[in-house]
């Protein structure tokens, strides 16, 4: 029987790491989808879309479905789901892995203020800037809402979920975003500070280039910890070095 190989997705690491699997012989690969976005891109392998039931709900998808591995490869903010991931493979006692690509760090001539939330970057906001790029995504924009006297520009794949800031013009579009683009996105609204999470990875990373050799802050919203005793690999090879796949062929290896 093949191994089966559960991969909480939603990202691109997940998106790599099913397409290695399942070209592996040997080898089931399943992606769950929590069905935030109504039109998903092609997925390599099985897929199933929308949640378990809380943790005991998973622990049981995977005693049924006999999944010998979890890959969490959630966002770096999708806290909730990764500490039920946790619970759920202790509980079923299948092995599981945390896949979290790099955190984004400053480098000469930022001018990032850390946060530890959404609400942390509101407080911050009236003293650094009037005109906001907000790129926090659709969900969690009810932490600005309250504000008045600022302009924001959001950006999201989706609509975002209300309620948002009075003063809101909204952009839907699909990174990855270049330099140049974002400079031209930054000085066509006269945006004068930024604010984002730190999703890490080159996809939308490009904004905070754009910021740097525009002079402007940026403020950073940081991950959520993990749960105890859980550690993160930072790529699709690492993952696959801990699951024991990292010495068999595949598309990654």
């Not at 943790?55 to 490869?73: F, N, Q, T």
């Not at 650094?128 to 520009?153: K, N, P």
């Not at 400079?183 to 754009?210: N, W, Y």
Request: glycine residues 12%; aromatic residues 4%; without cysteine.
């Amino acid at each position: 029987m093949p191994a089966h190989v559960l991969i909480l997705g939603g990202t691109t690491e997940a998106r790599r790491l099913a397409a290695d699997l399942s070209v592996r012989p040997g080898i089931r690969v399943t992606t769950s989808l929590a069905g935030r976005v109504a039109r998903p891109g092609a997925l390599p392998g099985e897929v199933r879309v929308g949640g378990f039931g809380g943790p005991e709900g998973l622990a049981a998808w995977l005693r049924e479905h006999r999944v010998d591995a979890l890959v969490d490869a959630t966002h770096p903010f999708a806290g909730t789901i990764t500490a039920h991931a946790a619970h759920a493979a202790r509980a079923a006692e299948v092995p599981a892995v945390v896949l979290r690509r790099p955190g984004w760090r400053p480098g000469p001539g930022d001018r990032w203020y850390d946060v530890a939330s959404p609400a942390g970057a509101a407080e911050a906001l009236p003293g650094l800037g009037s005109r906001v790029f907000l790129s926090t995504g659709r969900l969690g924009l009810a932490a600005f809402a309250s504000l008045t006297g600022l302009r924001f520009l959001v950006r999201s794949v989706e609509p975002p979920e209300p309620p948002l800031p009075p003063d809101t013009r909204v952009i839907l579009a699909r990174g990855p975003f270049t330099v140049p683009d974002e400079t031209r996105l930054l000085r066509a609204h006269r945006i004068d500070v930024l604010v984002t999470k730190d999703s890490g990875g080159e996809a939308t990373a490009a904004k905070l280039t754009a910021a740097r050799d525009l002079g402007l802050p940026v403020v950073v919203v940081r991950r959520p910890p993990l749960p105890d005793g859980v550690e993160a690999v930072p790529d699709v090879a690492s993952a696959l070095e801990r699951l024991g796949l990292a010495a068999h062929g595949g598309a990654g290896a």
